[in-house]
């Protein structure tokens, strides 16, 4: 066995996943099935396969980002779950090291 449960733990603890103990042989017989099958993969002659990042083209949609003006710009202000004078205020989602 390539992966066990130490490791399954490990990698949950670093993902930030809540594994219950009672699921790691389990999720460690499956990882190490991918990983198998990923052996077998690198086994094939793939030396005239170009690299991609998808197997058909997909293509965004997009509108053009035009600029408007919104008569209603205080009534649109007073209705955010908070506010910051003319702006939104939004909860912090990024941690930062300063103490």
């Known amino acids: ?27 460690a017989t499956q990882l190490n099935s991918i990983l198998e099958y990923f052996e077998q993969l690198s086994e094939l002659d793939t030396d005239s ?8 083209d997909v293509s965004n ?6 600029q408007e003006v919104y008569p209603q710009r ?4 007073q209705q955010a779950p908070l506010g910051e004078g ?4 939004v909860p912090q989602i990024l941690a930062t090291d300063e103490g």
């Open 49 to 56: 396969v170009l690299p991609t990042t998808r197997a058909i």
């Open 1 to 27: 066995m390539i992966i066990d449960a130490a490791q399954v733990r490990k990698v949950a603890l670093l993902a930030r996943l809540e594994v219950p103990p009672a699921q790691e042989e389990h999720l």
């Open 61 to 66: 949609v997009t509108r053009l980002d035009q």
């Open 86 to 89: 003319d702006f939104f205020r």
């Open 74 to 77: 205080e009534e649109i202000l």
